[in-house]
Every structure is written in structure tokens, then in C-alpha cells.
């Protein structure tokens, strides 16, 4: 069984800051990675796959980084609709499964 | 636009019953991979199951494995979820998803989600 890890718990920032999230998985993924968006009240959103791969309508300042174990989500200059707790999950091809990690939350400083 | 419609949640006894259903527009369903995804208090986000668009593979998490039965009925646009022997663990958000596989071998990243409904399993 893979397990996410992600850190840190709770960021703190500013609007216009950069936010730099981590996801450590137990073992190599490759880069059957994603990364999530969850703000109160709503489901999550898909903001990357494959570690790197924007999704549909996915602003330019979310990015993905990282193979294997580490993962890395930057967010350039902090919008107030950004602050919300982002979720890394990895799939594996077989067994058909997948985990996610148990999220970090990003609100103002 | 996707659009994903859950119902069915409810408040159920331990060892009871639910069906959850999940209604689909705006995309081709019929060829589509579809998943149940929940979210609880004690574990955060958890895949539960994914059906392939033919229902020929369907796939379950070690935790629910027995106890839920996945189905689709493409007619009608819509994915069940078929809950027996509920435990108190099992309450929680149930989100209807869908995802982008070519496969259709099991469950990838979850592109859209419904709202979810909500389980609540409790004596």
C-alpha cells in the first residue's frame, strides 16, 4: 500500500505570495501524481495530473513538480480564491488503486 | 458543461442498507469511466470504486470489497452504488466522479465531481 504524506500541515501566507506545497509518497509513483483544490463547502478539483500536467481551465500560476516520491505544487502569487486545502493522490495501474494524501491547508496570514 | 448529480444519501442503522445514485449530462457517458470517491471524518478522501463504460471491469477499495456493488445504467445516464452491511466508518460524503481513462482498468485522476451525498451510519 503507498502512503502520501504531504507538508506542511497548514501554510500561512499573504496574498501575492508564493505557496510551495510537498507530497512524499512511501514508495516510487513515477509520475502518477495529482494534485486537488478543495474549498469549503465544495468538492475537490482536479489542478494537475501526471505531476506536471495542467488540467482544463487551470490558471498558468498552479504548478507541478517531481518523479518518483517527491512532489512539489506551486502557487505564484496567492489569489483570495486560492486559499483552501490541496489534496496530492497517486494511482497505480495494478492492482487498480489509489490513495490520497491527507491534505495541507493554505490560508492568510 | 459535466454535470454530476448525487442522491440517496440518508441516515441508515448499522448493518443497513443504500443505494446511492449518481445522474450524468453534458459529457458521453456511455463511454466514460465513472467512480464513487467519499470523503470521512476519519480518513479524508477515499476512492471507493470505479466501473469501466461497458461495466466490464469494475473495482473496488479493500475496505468496501463485499460489501458494495458498483453498476451503470448507460440509458439512463447513471452510476449506483449499492451499500449492504454499513458500518459506522462508512459515514461520510459519497462524490460521484468522473475520470479520463483510456484504460477503463481502474481508476486514474478524477477530472469532474458531483456535490456529493451524504451517508450518515449511526444507531
Known amino acids: 500500500e503507498i502512503v502520501l504524506t504531504q507538508s506542511p500541515a497548514t501554510l500561512s501566507l499573504s496574498p501575492g505570495e508564493r505557496a510551495t506545497l510537498s507530497c512524499r509518497a512511501s514508495?516510487?509513483?513515477?509520475?502518477?501524481l495529482a494534485w486537488y483544490q478543495q474549498r469549503p463547502g465544495q468538492a475537490p478539483r482536479l489542478l494537475i495530473f501526471d505531476a506536471s500536467t495542467r488540467a482544463t481551465g487551470i490558471p498558468a500560476r498552479f504548478s507541478g513538480s517531481g518523479s518518483g516520491t517527491d512532489f512539489t505544487l506551486t502557487i505564484n502569487s496567492l489569489e483570495p480564491e486560492d486559499f483552501a486545502v490541496y489534496y496530492c493522490?497517486?494511482?497505480?495501474?495494478?492492482?487498480?488503486?489509489?490513495?490520497f494524501g491527507p491534505g495541507t491547508k493554505v490560508d492568510v496570514k | 458543461e459535466v454535470r454530476l448529480v448525487e442522491s440517496g444519501g440518508g441516515l441508515v442503522e448499522p448493518g443497513g442498507s443504500l443505494r446511492l445514485a449518481c445522474v450524468a449530462s453534458g459529457f458521453s457517458f456511455s463511454t466514460s469511466q465513472m467512480n464513487w470517491v467519499r470523503q470521512t471524518p476519519g480518513k479524508g478522501l477515499e476512492w471507493v470504486s470505479s466501473?469501466?463504460?461497458?461495466?466490464?471491469?469494475?473495482s473496488y477499495a479493500d475496505s468496501v470489497k463485499g460489501r458494495l456493488t458498483i453498476s451503470r445504467d448507460n440509458s439512463k445516464n447513471s452510476v449506483s452504488l449499492h451499500m449492504y452491511g454499513l458500518r459506522v466508518e462508512d459515514s461520510g460524503l459519497y462524490f460521484c466522479?468522473?475520470?479520463?481513462?483510456?484504460?477503463?482498468?481502474?481508476?486514474?485522476?478524477?477530472?469532474?465531481w458531483g456535490q456529493g451525498t451524504l451517508v450518515t451510519v449511526s444507531s
Open positions: 466522479a468522473k475520470d479520463e481513462s483510456t484504460s477503463q482498468l481502474g481508476p486514474e485522476y478524477f477530472h469532474h
Open positions: 466501473i469501466s463504460w461497458s461495466s466490464s471491469f469494475k
Open positions: 493522490q497517486q494511482r497505480t495501474n495494478w492492482p487498480p488503486w489509489v490513495s
Open positions: 514508495q516510487s509513483v513515477g509520475t502518477f
